[in-house]
């Protein structure tokens, strides 16, 4: 007998395009993530979105926060996903005060709600500390990329060498610079990049232009989700980049093709992202699971 489908309470937001649904881990009973992230995500067959977030209860914080790309794949973190969160969470419940903790796959994440404007919550977000030895990464170089941090590697891919800084941000980045976004070859190194072998769990690509010491362009290319119009750890990835490479400041604006986030990495090395999540839609997504034989 075919499976029954399932009604799955859903809220859609995104943080400048990049978009989330987010559910109650309850809902899933029992069912597995990864199928109904791949199922939901999809943008012709479900409802559409660059990854899934769920919810559930914690010990150690306002809520567990996992999140699936939309090819499936689990993810450590995402900073626009968190702000989605958090603004669901807010809206639900107006009288939450101004924190908000998430407990994710890499450690308790805090959240500050900062104003709003218009329909979107702003929030400024202790995103965590850059990690950039290769096996934190993890990043395996054909060459010697000498001690950390990994600046400026040369890394052969798609016919050409590209330079390329290499950290995790919760997540593994892998950042290049590029300086005129209209020449859209930047979205076929990215894919390449993503599944270069030198990244056994593949890269989040950012591609970074700096305007001038406070402010930077940048563009991305996700793991499990491809071009998004913006990346919370990726912008905190592109900062720490122009920072190490060419001298930008610690603090800056991340220009992005929506709109614009802050980022301050701090002296004591904590890296906070401030920007806008807009909740967008809700509804009830009908699934079938698939039952394993």
């Not at 610079?177 to 690509?205: C, K, T, V, Y």
């Not at 991305?220 to 990346?231: C, I, N």
Request: aromatic letters at 8%; charged letters at 20%; a negative charge.
């Amino acid at each position: 007998m075919p499976p029954q489908p399932i009604s799955i309470p859903f809220v859609k937001a995104h943080g400048l395009g990049n978009d989330f649904l987010l559910i109650e881990e309850s809902q899933l009973r029992g069912n597995d993530p990864w199928a109904l992230a791949h199922s939901m995500c999809h943008r012709h067959t479900g409802i559409g979105a660059d990854g899934l977030v769920v919810l559930g209860l914690s010990a150690n914080a306002d809520a567990s926060y996992r999140i699936f790309n939309s090819d499936g794949s689990e993810a450590g973190l995402s900073g626009n996903g968190l702000r989605c969160a958090a603004a669901w969470m807010r809206r639900r419940d107006p009288g939450t005060q101004g924190h908000i903790s998430l407990e994710t796959r890499v450690g308790l994440r805090e959240l500050f709600f900062l104003r709003m404007e218009g329909s979107a919550f702003v929030f400024r977000t202790e995103i965590g500390k850059p990690a950039f030895r290769a096996e934190d990464v993890p990043f395996l170089p054909s060459g010697d990329p000498g001690p950390p941090p990994i600046v400026d590697y040369p890394l052969d891919v798609a016919g050409r060498i590209l330079p390329v800084t290499v950290l995790s941000m919760g997540n593994p980045q892998c950042i290049t610079f590029w300086e005129d976004f209209s020449n859209r070859e930047w979205l076929r190194l990215g894919a390449a990049m993503e599944i270069h072998l030198s990244f056994p769990d593949r890269a989040n690509i950012g591609f970074v232009s700096v305007v001038d010491s406070g402010r930077i362009e940048a563009r991305f290319w996700e793991r499990g989700a491809g071009h998004t119009t913006a990346s919370g750890t990726g912008s905190c990835a592109c900062a720490v980049a122009a920072h190490l490479a060419r001298g930008a400041s610690r603090r800056l604006v991340v220009g992005l093709e929506l709109g614009e986030m802050e980022v301050n990495w701090r002296e004591d090395d904590l890296i906070e992202l401030t920007g806008p999540a807009e909740i967008t839609a809700e509804g009830t997504y009908s699934w079938a699971p698939v039952q394993s034989a």
